[in-house]
């Protein structure tokens, strides 16, 4: 079991951004295509975030196209390369699942000021 602790503490990251659950962010993604790496921006809300050591994640939801678009990003993760908090929002609840069956104005996040 120590060497499982060993493994995963030398892997993780040490500093790692503080995302709330109602935020607006920006992640930077390392995508790699074929031989060449670029880095893809990704931008929503926050509806998700899951603890538990290296296998940390959150999730954005973000509107493209008139479709909604949910990626799961874990955060120890060598492909995540930053996390920009956009806007902090105010939220009573550890999920926003509700969002899902919003449209337009009525998915909006009040606004931490």
Same mark, same amino acid.
């Given at each position: 079991?120590?060497? &499982?602790?060993?493994? #995963?503490? @030398? ?6 951004? $503080? %995302?709330?659950?109602?935020? *607006? ?5 390392? &995508?790699?295509?074929? #031989?060449? @790496? ?6 929503? $809300? %926050?509806?998700?975030?899951? *603890? ?19 990626? $799961? ?41």
């Amino acid at each position: 079991m120590d060497y &499982i602790a060993a493994m #995963t503490k @030398e892997q993780m990251k040490t500093e790692i951004p $503080t %995302v709330n659950v109602g935020d *607006n962010v920006r992640v930077h993604n390392r &995508i790699k295509e074929g #031989t060449r @790496e670029r880095i893809q921006m990704f931008e929503g $809300t %926050v509806i998700a975030k899951r *603890n538990g050591g290296i296998s940390e994640t959150f999730t954005v939801r973000r509107m493209s196209y008139g479709v909604g678009v949910e990626k $799961t990003f874990p955060i120890h993760s060598p492909n995540v390369v930053a996390v920009d908090i956009t806007r902090s929002g105010v939220v009573r609840r550890s999920k926003l699942y509700y969002l899902r069956d919003r449209v337009g104005k009525a998915s909006k996040v009040k606004e931490k000021i």
